[in-house]
């Protein structure tokens, strides 16, 4: 992970790390309704002391949820260690509330530019690299796009990737059927998309199709270019300096929206519900496994599937960035000794047992285990769904993500739709992302 750190006053972090040498258990007020614990036996160790360990995440993720994917897997494989986490519920449990009430956690888990964001952010970060080497965790078993953002550290590793996403093109098999339409498959081009686009954008009755539609957000955080948001060296945005950003906007936004009629859907209407809920939009790009699969009562209402998103021509056989969910250990674990047991269960949450479980409930794994990758979505309900399609492509390169990613990204994105509905020409929508985005920055590092 490398960034820029803010700097935060010394007293916050100082009472977490006191907090963290105390007994086991999170201080700063009763946490219980945000928690999920299981109390298991003393650990078998050298100081036959009871082991907890904390884990808190970025997201919100609820008690249910956290168990579903993590908790549950581990104390499976760790009955011995007691498992705590704590929900981020709003102000107050996130992590600048954390650090003013003291209260502490052994790993901080968030999505790439989310952890950047808050983890190095706030510099609750240590090097993990001796903690690797001596638990033997082997990081040429992860993809290698997966893992560039971790190896490629100034600083030292300080996280794990544990479970990834990627974007892919979702399609509404029921609308292609209704047109005749062929339906795509993983090899098809942008020129073939936007064909097909053609075939099926038309209105029926009172109802308006769309062939396809990109979801810019997605877009924009995997981008197949690589492209980072800010520049390591200068800490400046990089939209209206690096060409690819035009290369960008002409492919995966303006391009599709060239296609007669669209343009025109996307000013009334919002691209997620036009595909999940109202069923006009036939093609939708830029969309993540887990994203669609978060959808369950929409999905189950039509037929659909998915197909590889296009590289770009200059770029044969590359897709997007990975989206990956990286485990940190705090420094606070390092204070309270209790590092070497999170290190082991992040070392079981990287392992071919728990890669292979969390494959198989649709979340997409981070290791290059051909055998792991086979079982990705088959314990779903849409098993027969086509799967293989994020992985079809090798993921793009994870560029320089700064500490700054997400509230720049929020302004990017802004413009970008404006520019895909026609609302702004590019060279406009360039300038103004840059400007806002370069004092946004300004804003930030005076905090």
Same mark, same amino acid.
């Given at each position: 992970?490398?960034?820029?750190?803010?700097?935060?006053?010394?007293?916050?972090?100082?009472?977490?790390?006191?907090?963290?040498?105390?007994?086991?258990?999170?201080?700063?007020?009763?946490?219980?309704?945000?928690?999920?614990?299981?109390?298991?036996?003393?650990?078998?160790?050298?100081?036959?002391?009871?082991?907890?360990?904390?884990?808190?995440?970025?997201?919100?993720?609820?008690?249910?949820?956290?168990?579903?994917?993590?908790?549950?897997?581990?104390?499976?494989?760790?009955?011995?260690?007691?498992?705590?986490?704590?929900?981020?519920?709003?102000?107050?449990?996130?992590?600048?509330?954390?650090?003013?009430?003291?209260?502490?956690?052994?790993?901080?888990?968030?999505?790439?530019?989310?952890?950047?964001?808050?983890?190095?952010?706030?510099?609750?970060?240590?090097?993990?690299?001796?903690?690797?080497?001596?638990?033997?965790?082997?990081?040429?078993?992860?993809?290698?796009?997966?893992?560039?953002?971790?190896?490629?550290?100034?600083?030292?590793?300080?996280?794990?990737?544990?479970?990834?996403?990627?974007?892919?093109?979702?399609?509404?098999?029921?609308?292609?059927?209704?047109?005749?339409?062929?339906?795509?498959?993983?090899?098809?081009?942008?020129?073939?998309?936007?064909?097909?686009?053609?075939?099926?954008?038309?209105?029926?009755?009172?109802?308006?199709?769309?062939?396809?539609?990109?979801?810019?957000?997605?877009?924009?955080? @995997?981008?197949? %270019?690589?492209?980072?948001? !800010?520049?390591?060296?200068? $800490?400046?945005? &990089?939209?209206?300096? /690096?060409?690819? #950003?035009?290369?960008?906007?002409?492919?995966?936004?303006?391009?599709?929206?060239?296609?007669?009629?669209?343009?025109?859907?996307?000013?009334?209407?919002?691209?997620?519900?036009?595909?999940?809920?109202?069923?006009?939009?036939?093609?939708?790009?830029?969309?993540?496994?887990?994203?669609?699969?978060?959808?369950?009562?929409?999905?189950?209402?039509?037929?659909?599937?998915?197909?590889?998103?296009?590289?770009?021509?200059?770029?044969?056989?590359?897709?997007?960035?990975?989206?990956?969910?990286?485990?940190?250990?705090?420094?606070?674990?390092?204070?309270?000794?209790?590092?070497?047991?999170?290190?082991?269960?992040?070392?079981?949450?990287?392992?071919?047992?728990?890669?292979?479980?969390?494959?198989?409930?649709?979340? @997409?794994?981070? %290791?290059?285990?051909?055998? !792991?990758?086979?079982?990705? $979505?088959?314990? &779903?309900?849409?098993? /027969?769904?086509? #799967?293989?399609?994020?992985?079809?492509?090798?993921?793009?390169?994870?560029?320089?993500?700064?500490?700054?990613?997400?509230?720049?990204?929020?302004?990017?994105?802004?413009?970008?739709?404006?520019?895909?509905?026609?609302?702004?020409?590019?060279?406009?929508?360039?300038?103004?992302?840059?400007?806002?985005?370069?004092?946004?920055?300004?804003?930030?590092?005076?905090?």
């Amino acid at each position: 992970m490398r960034g820029r750190f803010r700097t935060i006053p010394l007293s916050l972090l100082a009472i977490a790390l006191l907090a963290g040498c105390g007994s086991g258990a999170a201080t700063g007020g009763d946490k219980t309704d945000n928690g999920s614990e299981d109390k298991g036996k003393a650990v078998e160790g050298k100081n036959k002391e009871p082991v907890e360990v904390v884990f808190y995440a970025q997201n919100g993720m609820t008690p249910a949820e956290f168990d579903n994917r993590y908790g549950n897997s581990l104390r499976k494989k760790f009955p011995d260690y007691t498992i705590k986490y704590i929900q981020n519920t709003g102000k107050g449990m996130d992590v600048a509330g954390m650090l003013a009430t003291g209260t502490h956690y052994d790993v901080y888990f968030a999505n790439v530019g989310y952890f950047e964001n808050e983890f190095i952010s706030y510099n609750l970060q240590f090097d993990m690299s001796d903690l690797i080497k001596q638990h033997k965790v082997d990081l040429n078993r992860f993809d290698p796009s997966v893992i560039s953002g971790v190896r490629a550290s100034s600083y030292g590793i300080y996280a794990l990737p544990v479970v990834t996403d990627s974007i892919g093109i979702m399609y509404n098999k029921d609308i292609l059927d209704k047109f005749g339409v062929p339906y795509p498959k993983n090899g098809i081009t942008w020129g073939e998309i936007f064909d097909l686009s053609r075939k099926l954008t038309r209105t029926e009755g009172d109802k308006s199709y769309i062939g396809y539609a990109p979801f810019t957000n997605y877009m924009l955080y @995997m981008n197949p %270019l690589s492209i980072p948001l !800010v520049d390591e060296k200068s $800490g400046t945005p &990089t939209i209206n300096r /690096d060409e690819r #950003w035009k290369k960008f906007y002409q492919t995966l936004l303006i391009a599709p929206a060239e296609v007669p009629g669209v343009q025109d859907y996307l000013k009334k209407h919002d691209v997620l519900d036009g595909f999940f809920k109202d069923q006009q939009v036939a093609m939708l790009g830029g969309i993540t496994a887990f994203a669609a699969n978060s959808r369950d009562d929409q999905l189950s209402k039509f037929n659909w599937d998915w197909v590889a998103m296009p590289p770009f021509q200059d770029l044969p056989g590359v897709g997007g960035q990975p989206y990956t969910q990286y485990f940190g250990i705090t420094r606070m674990a390092k204070t309270k000794n209790t590092a070497d047991a999170a290190m082991e269960m992040l070392k079981h949450l990287v392992s071919d047992e728990y890669q292979t479980e969390i494959a198989g409930k649709g979340f @997409m794994p981070v %290791l290059k285990n051909l055998d !792991v990758r086979k079982v990705f $979505g088959q314990d &779903t309900k849409y098993k /027969d769904k086509n #799967w293989g399609a994020y992985f079809y492509y090798k993921m793009a390169e994870v560029p320089y993500k700064s500490v700054y990613e997400i509230p720049i990204s929020s302004l990017y994105v802004a413009n970008m739709n404006q520019v895909m509905k026609g609302e702004m020409d590019l060279n406009t929508a360039l300038r103004l992302s840059e400007e806002n985005a370069a004092k946004k920055l300004q804003e930030l590092k005076a905090k």
